[in-house]
């Protein structure tokens, strides 16, 4: 099908469209920012539930206007806070959850049906998808209400992050059970916020990185596609999350290039007829690896550069870093200026006044022009080999951006000398972060019989069912997220296939 066929209109010309009009580099809404902000989020989560819920009011009270939630590295590695394995991780970098109740106390007194809520977690998104649906039952909302996104982006896991738990086919299947069932049942949830960020954040170019979140988004649509679902059923609840560097410029081109080549690629090999399913809609989150230690307050004139380029490049949902990110999760002081970063931006400035203040620079559209050929160049490479399930299984993709990475030749940092000893900015961290939690001590919990919940998301899993009904069906028996692991992993060893 060709593009004109697909819009019902003339291919677009040479040179930018214009704002909400195919092929979206200039934007997918029409009026940009004028009447639609993008949507202001802060992540966060730290030590328990009571700690993350008091930070999220903190945020709200002062103007946030999305939450984004994240986990402990023992939540996303599908471990309870009592497992010997969880010592020394509980709470540290993001909040420890094991059952229901603690997803609950996380947004006591929020309401889910009107707050938009990012899920940073990958890994046990299943479980955790699972229990945020019975929290909303259990505080009389309708499931069908929930706004948000869930990041379940098992590709980028196995290539580039490293957080998993099975292997990568296992891994790939679950990812398209959570889709699949926010398809059929959450009409508000995006059910993937498909990466190429964190490729970058390993070692990719820019190019690459445009081309890892479109492959990445290719490889599922394909997998949804096989389950029996039309292009038009998913790709509108597609999401996307890259990240935005200190090169503003290029920075903001790289989103244009990035939608412009989705849009193409959606109408031309995929059939694409609903104008949602073409236009990328993009979460940045300003890269970590542009933070220093070191006189950590620069780093807030690192990030409001990184967050300039992303809203110049018009993205609909944006994190900036706090300035302590680089050492710690952040304290109140630090997640307040970064708060208070964006909201500058928008209400001081003159960036969101105008639809589209890019459009028309010569030096913009050369470098969208060359961000997008490298892109295409990456996607016909990755293609060759059968795919990115295909190129992340040979370990041809990682081996490329470990060679990237290895001949990387970034720049001097300004302030970061050559000594370690920098207690000046250590005392500073120290002032500002406070938690209330012990990091990284196992805390004890009750369990409760969950035998039969359990057993029958075993079962699901053996015989090549989605695993999310029962799933919740654990959660609401008060399954932690360790058991429903525990099942998921037995239900594959039923298929007598290994688990990473």
């Not at 020394?88 to 009107?114: N, Y």
């Not at 945020?132 to 505080?139: C, L």
């Not at 019989?449 to 028996?477: F, K, M, S, W, Y």
Request: hydrophobic share 40%.
């Amino acid at each position: 099908m060709s593009i004109e066929d697909a819009i019902g209109a003339p291919a677009a010309a040479a040179g930018p469209s214009r704002p909400g009009e195919f092929p979206y580099d200039a934007g997918i809404h029409p009026t940009g920012y004028t009447t639609k902000p993008w949507t202001i989020r802060q992540l966060a989560g730290l030590g328990d539930a009571n700690d993350t819920n008091a930070r999220f009011r903190y945020l709200l009270d002062r103007g946030e206007t999305g939450l984004s939630l994240a986990f402990d590295l023992p939540t996303q590695m599908g471990l309870d806070p009592d497992d010997p394995r969880a010592e020394g991780e509980v709470g540290r970098a993001g909040v420890s959850i094991a059952t229901v109740d603690d997803l609950a106390a996380v947004f006591a007194g929020i309401p889910l049906d009107r707050v938009s809520v990012s899920f940073t977690i990958n890994a046990t998104a299943p479980m955790v998808l699972a229990m945020w649906i019975v929290a909303a039952e259990e505080s009389g909302v309708d499931p069908k209400a929930l706004r948000g996104t869930l990041q379940n982006e098992m590709l980028k896991e196995h290539l580039a992050r490293k957080a998993y738990i099975f292997d990568l086919d296992h891994s790939f299947r679950f990812s398209l059970d959570v889709i699949e069932h926010c398809v059929r049942h959450l009409p508000k949830v995006n059910p993937i916020s498909i990466s190429g960020g964190h490729a970058r954040e390993a070692g990719a170019d820019r190019g690459l990185e445009v081309a890892c979140g479109i492959a990445d988004a290719e490889q599922y649509l394909d997998g949804m596609l096989a389950r029996g679902f039309t292009v038009d059923e998913v790709a509108p609840q597609f999401s996307f999350i890259y990240g935005a560097h200190l090169e503003l410029l290029a920075e903001a081109a790289k989103f244009r290039a990035a939608r412009r080549l989705y849009a193409r690629r959606m109408a031309e090999h995929y059939g694409a007829r609903n104008p949602r399913s073409m236009r990328m809609r993009i979460q940045v989150n300003t890269f970590g690896s542009t933070l220093a230690v070191q006189e950590p307050l620069n780093n807030i004139a690192r990030t409001t550069v990184s967050a300039l380029a992303a809203v110049l490049g018009g993205v609909q949902s944006l994190h900036v870093c706090a300035f302590d990110e680089a050492a710690q999760t952040p304290g109140e002081l630090a997640a307040r200026v970064a708060l208070r970063v964006q909201q500058i931006m928008l209400t001081e400035t003159d960036v969101a006044r105008h639809v589209d203040p890019l459009g028309g620079s010569a030096v913009i559209e050369q470098l969208v022009d060359e961000i997008e050929q490298t892109a295409v160049d990456w996607l016909d490479r990755i293609a060759e080999r059968g795919g990115l399930l295909a190129s992340v299984r040979s370990g041809w993709l990682e081996s490329v951006i470990e060679e990237m990475a290895f001949h990387d030749e970034s720049g001097p940092r300004v302030g970061v000398r050559d000594s370690h000893e920098y207690a000046e900015e250590k005392q500073l961290l120290r002032d500002q972060h406070r938690t209330g939690v012990a990091a990284g001590r196992r805390r004890p919990f009750t369990r409760t019989d969950c035998t039969g919940p359990l057993e029958r998301v075993r079962a699901c899993v053996e015989q090549d069912e989605n695993v999310l009904p029962a799933l919740i069906e654990a959660a609401r028996a008060r399954a932690t997220v360790g058991q429903m692991r525990a099942a998921v992993a037995a239900g594959i060893g039923g298929r007598n296939t290994p688990t990473a």
